[in-house]
Structure formats: C-alpha cells, structure tokens
C-alpha cells in the first residue's frame, strides 16, 4: 500500500522536471494523477510511463494560463474520480534579465504563469475540496523567493508571491481542513537549470563554489527526486496539522553564509 492510496492530485508542470518526478512518485504512492503540461508530447510520455507501472494518469496538453481551459480539466478531473485531493502548483518559466534590460511583455508573462496561475489553480480545485472539508493545495516556490541571483526579478517576485499567498490561503481555508503549503527547492539539475544553453549546475564555477567550498553544505546540486518526496508528505495523511508553512528543501545553502 502506498501513502497516497486512493487520492487524486492535479500536477502542473507535469511533463518534465520536478513536476515529472512528483507525478512518478504520486503514482508509486497510490494517488491518481492529473497530469498538466504545456507540451503535449511530454505530458503523454508520462501518461504512458505512469500507466506502464501500473498507476492512473489522464493527460492534459493546455496552457494553464488559459483560465477557461483550466477549469474544462478541473470538472473533467471531478467526473473521472469523483473528487480531488490535492493540487501541486509546479509549472512555472524562467526568463533572466535586470530592471535595465528586461522588459514589461516577460515581467507579465512570468508573473502569469509563475503566480497568476497558482491563483486560478487554487480557486478552481477550492470549492470541490470545500465541499468534502478536505484537500491539499502545494505550490512550488524557491529559494530565490527570499534571496535573488540578481538577474531573475519577476522570477523572484512571482516565487515570493506564492510563499504570501500560501499562508493567506491556509488562513481562510483552514476552517474547511484544507491545508495550504509550499516547498522552496534550492538548486536543481532540471530543463529550467539551463541557462543560455548550459546547465548552471555543472559550470566550473559552481561546482568550485557551491560544492567543493561547501556553499551547499552537502556538497552536490540537487535533483527532482530529492524535492518530490517532501511534496508527497505535504499531500499525505502524514500532514496533518502543518498549513501556511514553506519547507526550503535546497542541501542547506541558506544556512550558509
């Protein structure tokens, strides 16, 4: 028996990454899984996968941006399974750049996608969960929520926004046992580590900075696998009385100078 016996989550983001890695373990757990992804090619590679070990997964090609589009997946989530458990908000984009040289169509669309998106995910699934006084709403946040790069702002505000909007929701949703959380990932080999076309994880800089000098005290990057175990205790029965938390799962860096 898995933790996540007979639930039903909704992933955003699904198809690759750390959304990919907590639509395999949600599965492994026992949850069905509704599985969102811009790329249709990708989120059917996981369908395929999930399916393949035995697990229920339904795919979803949509941009999540696309509110209309999203609650078709959400009513349709609720006629397949009769309810929803948990919604991971994990989909999110990266474009670099300074107040000097950015600009305002990337400042908006990575606050649409990062946290306007969040908001309509967690509107959607709210009242299902209201009515059954229960659920789990996850958002994927980071630690540059609270410290930046300094070429990544709306990025960064995007991130801080969802640790706010987490604990205002564990507030106003907490009289219907649905409890809000977030997970803050330090730095993890995935397709949005690839700057420029190189994996920031594994330039000569990094790894003389952050692993041999220890910067991240366990002294290696981190991946997908090391983040989607503390998103399936989020969603478990194993939490129970945690909401409005963020848990920064990142090797340690942000206890370091």
């Given at each position: 028996m898995g933790i996540l016996d007979g639930q039903?989550?909704?992933?955003?983001?699904?198809?690759?990454?750390?959304?990919?890695?907590?639509?395999?373990?949600?599965?492994?757990?026992?949850?069905?899984?509704?599985?969102?992804?811009?790329?249709?090619?990708?989120?059917?590679?996981?369908?395929?996968?999930?399916?393949?070990?035995?697990?229920?997964?339904?795919?979803?090609?949509?941009?999540?941006?696309?509110?209309?589009a999203y609650a078709k997946v959400v009513e349709d989530v609720v006629a397949w399974k009769g309810k929803i458990d948990t919604l991971v908000n994990n989909a999110a984009i990266a474009i670099y750049g300074t107040i000097l040289n950015d600009t305002l169509e990337n400042w908006r669309k990575q606050i649409t996608v990062n946290l306007e998106a969040v908001y309509m995910g967690s509107k959607l699934v709210a009242p299902h969960m209201v009515k059954q006084e229960y659920g789990r709403i996850i958002s994927v946040a980071s630690i540059q929520g609270f410290a930046s790069s300094g070429d990544a702002g709306a990025y960064n505000a995007a991130k801080g926004g969802i640790l706010a909007y987490t604990k205002s929701m564990a507030v106003e949703l907490g009289k219907y046992n649905i409890l809000v959380n977030a997970v803050a990932p330090g730095f993890m080999r995935t397709p949005m580590s690839f700057v420029n076309g190189v994996d920031e994880t594994t330039l000569p800089d990094f790894i003389d900075w952050y692993v041999e000098k220890g910067k991240v005290p366990l002294r290696r990057t981190g991946f997908p696998e090391d983040v989607s175990g503390t998103i399936v205790f989020l969603a478990s029965s194993y939490c129970r009385y945690m909401t409005g938390q963020l848990l920064v799962v990142d090797g340690g860096v942000m206890s370091t100078f």
């Amino acid at each position: 028996m898995g933790i996540l016996d007979g639930q039903v989550a909704i992933i955003t983001g699904a198809g690759q990454g750390l959304g990919k890695a907590v639509a395999l373990e949600f599965a492994r757990e026992g949850s069905a899984v509704a599985l969102l992804e811009l790329n249709s090619q990708n989120v059917e590679a996981v369908r395929a996968e999930i399916e393949a070990s035995g697990g229920e997964a339904r795919a979803y090609a949509l941009d999540i941006t696309d509110y209309d589009a999203y609650a078709k997946v959400v009513e349709d989530v609720v006629a397949w399974k009769g309810k929803i458990d948990t919604l991971v908000n994990n989909a999110a984009i990266a474009i670099y750049g300074t107040i000097l040289n950015d600009t305002l169509e990337n400042w908006r669309k990575q606050i649409t996608v990062n946290l306007e998106a969040v908001y309509m995910g967690s509107k959607l699934v709210a009242p299902h969960m209201v009515k059954q006084e229960y659920g789990r709403i996850i958002s994927v946040a980071s630690i540059q929520g609270f410290a930046s790069s300094g070429d990544a702002g709306a990025y960064n505000a995007a991130k801080g926004g969802i640790l706010a909007y987490t604990k205002s929701m564990a507030v106003e949703l907490g009289k219907y046992n649905i409890l809000v959380n977030a997970v803050a990932p330090g730095f993890m080999r995935t397709p949005m580590s690839f700057v420029n076309g190189v994996d920031e994880t594994t330039l000569p800089d990094f790894i003389d900075w952050y692993v041999e000098k220890g910067k991240v005290p366990l002294r290696r990057t981190g991946f997908p696998e090391d983040v989607s175990g503390t998103i399936v205790f989020l969603a478990s029965s194993y939490c129970r009385y945690m909401t409005g938390q963020l848990l920064v799962v990142d090797g340690g860096v942000m206890s370091t100078f």
